[in-house]
C-alpha cells in the first residue's frame, strides 16, 4: 500500500495542504507546531478517526488567536491510496451542526457530524471502514504505520507483544525440545499428566519439606543420645534384697523397743551423702563426654555430606563431557565422509566443453591443462580444510577425555576420603551407642568400707533391745533406698533400649529422606536444562527473523521458576533504555518483519527523525518528520 496523495483542510493548525509523494518517502521538516505531527494525525485520522497516539479524543479544529476553536468550518482529509492492486481516494470531512430554536434570533450548537467518501461516492461509516479493514485490519495499520505502536502503546501490552512474535516466527514444541537432548529423554515420563511449571512448584515443595525434616533429624537424634545413661543392673539383686528386708521385717516384729545410736548414724548419713555426691558427678562427667562425641560426629557427617555434593557435581560434569565427545566424534564421521566424497572427485570437461563456443574449433590442451590444474588445487585445498577441521575436533576430544581422567581421579580420592570420614564415624557412633563402663572412683572403696565398720560398730554397741530396734529399722530403710535405687536403674534400662531402638528408627529415616532428596535434585536439574535449552532455541530462532530487534521472551526468577515476558533490546541494551533513534530504527526493523508475515505494506509515519544518523531502510513507504529552524514545512521526495 502506497500513499500518492494526501489533502488537509482546515485541520488543526492547517488550513491547506497538498502532498503529492506519488509513493515514494517523503521528508517533512520544520520548526516545532509547524505542522509535522498533524500531517501524521491527519491520515490517521482519515482512515480510523484517531490522532497518531491512538486517542479519539483530540481536537483537530484550529485554534483561533483568543485561544477558541474556530467554529463554522469543515474540517476535511483526503487521499489518494494505491493498494497495490487498485486506487482508491478516501475522503472524511467533519462538520457543526448548527440550529436555530423557534423564537431565539441566534442558532445555537448542536454537535457534529462526519461524512465520508469513496471514490468521491458518499458511503455510510460502516461501508467505509469495511472497505478499509479489507485492505488490512485496524489493529495492522497500526502496527506497520506507527514503528513505536508495537513496543510502546499501552493497549499494546506485552502479553499481546509475545503472542504475536509467536505467530510469527512459530513457537517451538516440547517434543523438539527434548529430541535436541538426549538427556532430557526421560523428562515426559518424570513430568506424567503435570506440565513442566507444575512439577517444578510439586518438586520445591517437597524439597522444603525434606530439608526442613533432615534438618530436625539429628537434633532428635542428640535428645534420645542424651536420655541414654549407662547403667548396669543384675536382676537377681533386688531379689536378694528384697528377700533379706523381708527377714529384716520379721526380726524387728519381734522386737518392741530400741536405743540410738544417733552420733555414728550422723556419720553414717555424710557418708551416704558423699557417696550420692560422687555418684551424680561420675554420671554428669559421662553425660558431658557423651555430648562432645556427639558434636564431633555433627561436623564429620557435615563433611562427609559435603564431599558427596562435590563427588556428585564431578560425576555431572564427566557425564556432560563424554555427551560434548560424542558429538564430536560423530562430527568427526561427517567430516571423514567428506573427505572421501572430495578425494574421489575427478576432472571432467563438460560435454562439449572442450569446444570454443565463439570459434567453434577444438580448445587449446594448454587451457584445458589450466583448467584440470584449478580444479585440482580447490580439491587439494578442501581435503586440506576438512583435514585441519577433524584434527581440532580430534584435539578437542582429547583435552576433554585429559578433563574426564582428571576428574576421575578426583572423585576416586574423594570417595577415599569419604570412606575414612565414615570410618571415623563408624567408631564414633560405636563409643555412643555401647559406652565403656569406666573405673569406680578409689574414693568410693574408701567411704564404702567406713560405711561397713559404722554398721558394725554401731551393731555392737546397741546390744539391748532399743538399740536392736534401731539398728534394724537403720537397715531396713537401707535396704528399702537399696531396693528403689535398683529399681530406678531397671527402668532406666527400659529407657535406653527404647532411645537406642528410636535412634535407629532415625537413622533409617535420615538415610531414606536423604535417597529421596538426592532424586528430587536431580529431578530439578533435568526441568532446569529443559528450560534453559527451551529459552535458546526459541529466543535464536525469533531473532533470527529481525535485523537488529531482538527479543527475550523469559527470565528467571530468584526461586529459580521461569516466567513469560516479552522485553525487546538493541545491541544487548533493553528498549526503555535506548535512545530516540534507535527505538526508531527497532520500530522499523520490527514493521518490517511484520510486513512480511501480514503481506501487507503501508505508510509509515516516523516523527523525530532529526535524531536519527541512519535511519533503517524498510519495504514499506516512509514519511520522515525532521525538527528543523524552517519557519514554514518544507516538503521533499526521496527514491
Not at 185 to 190: G, Q, S
Not at 217 to 227: A, D, H, K, L, N
Not at 287 to 316: C, H, I, Y
Not at 410 to 435: C, F, V
Request: aromatic share 6%; glycine share 6%; with cysteine.
Amino acid at each position: 500500500m502506497k500513499l500518492l496523495e494526501l489533502h488537509l483542510k482546515n485541520f488543526k493548525g492547517i488550513k491547506t495542504l497538498d502532498l503529492t509523494p506519488n509513493g515514494r518517502n517523503l521528508r517533512i521538516s520544520g520548526k516545532n507546531a509547524t505542522g509535522k505531527t498533524t500531517v501524521a494525525d491527519s491520515f490517521s485520522w482519515l482512515l480510523f478517526g484517531k490522532d497518531s497516539l491512538d486517542s479519539a479524543k483530540f481536537s483537530l479544529k484550529p485554534i483561533s488567536e483568543n485561544g477558541e476553536a474556530e467554529h463554522g468550518l469543515e474540517h476535511e482529509v483526503s487521499a489518494l491510496i494505491d493498494t497495490g492492486t487498485e486506487t482508491i481516494n478516501f475522503r472524511r470531512v467533519l462538520s457543526e451542526k448548527w440550529t436555530k430554536p423557534r423564537g431565539q434570533a441566534q442558532a445555537i450548537f448542536g454537535g457534529h457530524n462526519t461524512v465520508y467518501f469513496i471514490d468521491g461516492v458518499p458511503a455510510s461509516e460502516s461501508d467505509y471502514k469495511s472497505r478499509i479493514a479489507a485492505i488490512a485490519p485496524e489493529s495492522t495499520f497500526k502496527l506497520l504505520t506507527n514503528p513505536r505502536y508495537f513496543s510502546e502503546s499501552k493497549d499494546f501490552d506485552w502479553q499481546k507483544r509475545r503472542r504475536l512474535i509467536l505467530d510469527v516466527c512459530g513457537d517451538i514444541t516440547d517434543e523438539d525440545v527434548i529430541a535436541s537432548d538426549p538427556k532430557l529423554a526421560r523428562l515426559p515420563e518424570i513430568l506424567g499428566k503435570h506440565s513442566l511449571e507444575d512439577y517444578r512448584k510439586i518438586l520445591a515443595s517437597e524439597k522444603t519439606r525434606l530439608n526442613a525434616q533432615l534438618q530436625q533429624i539429628p537434633v532428635r537424634i542428640s535428645e534420645q543420645t542424651r536420655s541414654i545413661v549407662p547403667t548396669e543392673l543384675n536382676p537377681e539383686e533386688i531379689v536378694e534384697l528384697q528377700t533379706h528386708k523381708s527377714g529384716l521385717d520379721t526380726q524387728l516384729a519381734t522386737l518392741e523397743s530400741g536405743g540410738t545410736v544417733s552420733e555414728k548414724k550422723r556419720k553414717l548419713a555424710e557418708i551416704e551423702t558423699q557417696l550420692i555426691r560422687i555418684g551424680n558427678e561420675s554420671a554428669r562427667a559421662r553425660n558431658e563426654r557423651q555430648e562432645a562425641d556427639m558434636a564431633a560426629l555433627g561436623k564429620l557427617k557435615f563433611s562427609v555430606g559435603n564431599l558427596r555434593t562435590e563427588t556428585g557435581r564431578l560425576l555431572s560434569d564427566i557425564m556432560s563431557s563424554k555427551t560434548t565427545i560424542t558429538q564430536h566424534t560423530e562430527g568427526m564421521a561427517k567430516l571423514r565422509a567428506e573427505y572421501a566424497e572430495a578425494r574421489g572427485l575427478v576432472f571432467e570437461l563438460p560435454e562439449g566443453g572442450d569446444i570454443c563456443p565463439t570459434c567453434g574449433q577444438a580448445m587449446p590442451e594448454a587451457m584445458i591443462e589450466n583448467a584440470r590444474a584449478t580444479f585440482n588445487i580447490n580439491r587439494a585445498e578442501k581435503l586440506a580444510g576438512i583435514n585441519a577441521e577433524g584434527k581440532g575436533l580430534k584435539d578437542l576430544c582429547t583435552e576433554i577425555e585429559a578433563a574426564i581422567a582428571a576428574h576421575e581421579a578426583k572423585r576416586t580420592a574423594l570417595h577415599s576420603e569419604i570412606a575414612k570420614l565414615e570410618e571415623e564415624i563408624y567408631a564414633l557412633q560405636n563409643g555412643i551407642e555401647n559406652p565403656a563402663v569406666h573405673p569406680e572412683r578409689p574414693e568410693i572403696t574408701i567411704l564404702e568400707n567406713t560405711k561397713t565398720a559404722l554398721l558394725d560398730e554401731i551393731s555392737k554397741i546397741t546390744e539391748n533391745r532399743a538399740g536392736a530396734i534401731a539398728a534394724l529399722k537403720a537397715q531396713i530403710a537401707a535396704t528399702k533406698t537399696e531396693i528403689e535405687t535398683l529399681q530406678g536403674a531397671a527402668a532406666q534400662v527400659d529407657q535406653n533400649k527404647k532411645s537406642s531402638a528410636r535412634i535407629d528408627d532415625l537413622k533409617k529415616e535420615e538415610r531414606t529422606l536423604s535417597a529421596e532428596a538426592e532424586r528430587i535434585e536431580g529431578e530439578l536439574f533435568l526441568t532446569e536444562e529443559f528450560v534453559r535449552t527451551k529459552v535458546k532455541m526459541l529466543e535464536g530462532k525469533i531473532n533470527s527473523r529481525f535485523q537488529i530487534a531482538r527479543f527475550k521472551l523469559f527470565s528467571q526468577n530468584i526461586n529459580g521458576t521461569i516466567e513469560d515476558g516479552c522485553e525487546i533490546a538493541v545491541g544487548g541494551i533493553p528498549y526503555n533504555s535506548l535512545n530516540n533513534a534507535m527505538r526508531i530504527n527497532a520500530g522499523i526493523d520490527i514493521a518490517n518483519t511484520l510486513s512480511d508475515h501480514y503481506g501487507v505494506c503501508a505508510p509509515m509515519f516516523l516523527d523525530n527523525c532529526e535524531a536519527v544518523n541512519d535511519v533503517l531502510a524498510s519495504k514499506n513507504q516512509q514519511i520522515k518528520l525532521y525538527v528543523t529552524f524552517d519557519n514554514q514545512l518544507k516538503i521533499e521526495t526521496e527514491e
